[in-house]
């Protein structure tokens, strides 16, 4: 697997009162990295990356994460099941680990609104990149 991050710049109205983020924006992080992962496997068919829905979400705390300095956020896996797509996260503030994730997401047909088997050429794309 091909490594893949993006940048976050942490935003004053997403910390606490003790000025640390915020849980609920790591979630929310956790929802962009996993959107341009995806976006980014699928350059061809942007809408593939709306074919997703989270089924689950965990998030370990390693340590605090603050307002004032950049967020790298690391895609550290991906794997494939049937119908769902577990993705490993990571997230460091000056090159130290403060957030682990695992997110579980469930690939739908839209129209009918239930899961579906992910096509071979996106197993193809998630596998190569």
Same mark, same amino acid.
């Given at each position: 697997?091909?490594? #893949? &991050?993006?940048?976050?710049?942490?935003? #004053?109205?997403?910390?606490?009162?003790?000025?640390? !983020?915020?849980? %609920? &924006? !790591?979630?929310?992080?956790?929802? @962009? @990295?996993?959107?341009?992962?995806?976006? &980014?496997? !699928?350059?061809?068919?942007?809408?593939? %990356?709306r074919d997703w829905m989270l089924a689950s979400i965990q998030i370990d705390f390693v340590a605090e994460t603050f307002y004032g300095k950049d967020v790298v956020a690391k895609i550290t896996g991906a794997t494939v099941g049937n119908s769902s797509l577990s993705v490993l996260c990571e997230m460091y503030q000056e090159d130290r680990l403060t957030i682990r994730g695992k997110s579980v997401l469930v690939y739908m047909d839209t129209a009918a609104k239930s899961s579906v088997r992910i096509p071979d050429s996106l197993r193809e794309l998630i596998a190569a990149g």
């Amino acid at each position: 697997m091909k490594e #893949f &991050s993006i940048t976050i710049a942490p935003r #004053f109205y997403e910390t606490d009162a003790l000025g640390h !983020i915020n849980n %609920a &924006s !790591i979630a929310a992080w956790f929802e @962009v @990295v996993r959107i341009r992962y995806l976006e &980014s496997l !699928i350059d061809a068919d942007p809408d593939a %990356a709306r074919d997703w829905m989270l089924a689950s979400i965990q998030i370990d705390f390693v340590a605090e994460t603050f307002y004032g300095k950049d967020v790298v956020a690391k895609i550290t896996g991906a794997t494939v099941g049937n119908s769902s797509l577990s993705v490993l996260c990571e997230m460091y503030q000056e090159d130290r680990l403060t957030i682990r994730g695992k997110s579980v997401l469930v690939y739908m047909d839209t129209a009918a609104k239930s899961s579906v088997r992910i096509p071979d050429s996106l197993r193809e794309l998630i596998a190569a990149g």
